[in-house]
């Protein structure tokens, strides 16, 4: 029987658990699932399909998932660089949110991000704003799947001035979009340990696992983290969050670049996941996480950016060549995070890392079908012995030709289908540039 569509002509990269490569192959999509693989065999007909893909000898694969972005901080993407962490924050970025952030320019910047995100091959992102829901309705409309926080913090917040209403918040913003669209997944999101009291994050944590969603929060970004905590003096951010109950299977630690002795154990133990940003911390001269370590305990490492406005893009091919080399030259070991680790970091282990692991990251018979075409045929990706080195070293976003995401075409030859491009990047460019320009602080 006719499928919906086949992508056809080209090398497919299942990142199935056998990590099967299908030279000449093919994936047929029924619905908005993957119905079956296959080779393009001498003297054999392809399946019948109502659409047809022709990857035209690149390389088809499952959409990448990014396990950490805040969408609308695209708004301030390159607004202030090269600064220490609270300098940026404090003079920067936490005054350009009080001024600028409401419903609209979360909406505009969320648009932005998802344009972003699409043309690069970026099928799923996991994110923590404040007005989230704002964010919701901007990311369902351009067709990506995400995961996405209300922001908990015990300040005053942009849509929460009160903060003793802020798990609230969270949980109405996780109710509300629980089933109201197909492609989004509520979860709740701590700012991280130092700027949520203990009752918080307890509160927060119990409300996630009665709704059964995933807990995001920050942790050990920075060395003087533990310094900031309310704890005894002696626990380290990771153990101060396991004594207060909140690391289990549904948490996702993003950063986790400070972590003491026993920290990687209590990981592993509570089977928590953990988002890496190495970009982010890059940039912010924050550190270098123990990834290699986390992975050698069985902890599941997924890829992350981060906001836009510590990075400055939203590209995870970038994020999967920056990871797999900077801890090469950290250990002094080109062997550490090798092409295919850092490749099932940005899909199936991204996945598992927020919770999505038996729906999407791979391309396997019932999954959503989330779907990419790498055009290959260029000469940055010429000659192509091994697919998954081109796609971590070689490859960038600009070389994603299609994209698919629930059996939805959202890119078609480099070309979004659900927004308008210009009219996202033009009203960012027009209603916000200027404003935020006119009160950028100097650096
Ligand atoms: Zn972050």
Known sequence: MEVDTLFYNGIVLTINPVFEVIEDGWVAVRGETIERAGKCQAGETLPAAKTLVDARGGIILPGLVNTHTHLPMTLFRGLADDLPLFTWLNEHIFPAEATFIDPDSVAHGTALACAELLLSGTTTCCDGYFLEDAVASAVARSGLRAVLGQGVIDFPAPGVPDPARNVEAAE??????????PTITPSIFCHSPYTCSAETLVRAKAAADRLGLVFQIHVAETGDEKS??????????????????????????????????????????????????????????SGVAPVDRLLAAGVTVGLGTDGC???????????????????????????????????????IDGARAIGLGDKIGSLEPGKQADII?????QPHLTPLYHPASHLVYAARGADVRDVMIGGRMVVRSRQLLTLDVEEVMASVRDLYQPKIHARKQPL
């Open 172 to 181: 109405t913003f996780a109710r509300a979009w629980q089933k109201r669209c």
């Open 228 to 285: 900031k905590l309310p704890g005894p003096a002696n626990l380290s951010p990771v153990a101060y969050l396991d004594s207060l109950g909140i690391l289990n299977e549904r948490t996702l630690l993003v950063h986790a670049v400070w972590l003491e002795a026993g920290d990687i154990d209590i990981i592993a133990r509570n089977k928590a996941s953990v988002s890496h940003n190495p970009q982010s911390n890059m940039k912010l001269g």
């Open 309 to 347: 406005a510590s990075n400055n893009d939203l590209d995870l091919f970038c994020e999967m060549d920056t990871a797999a080399k900077l801890h090469k030259v950290m250990g002094m070991n080109p062997t550490l995070l090798d092409a295919r680790t850092v490749l099932k970091m940005a899909t």
């Open 373 to 377: 075409v790498i055009d290959t045929n």
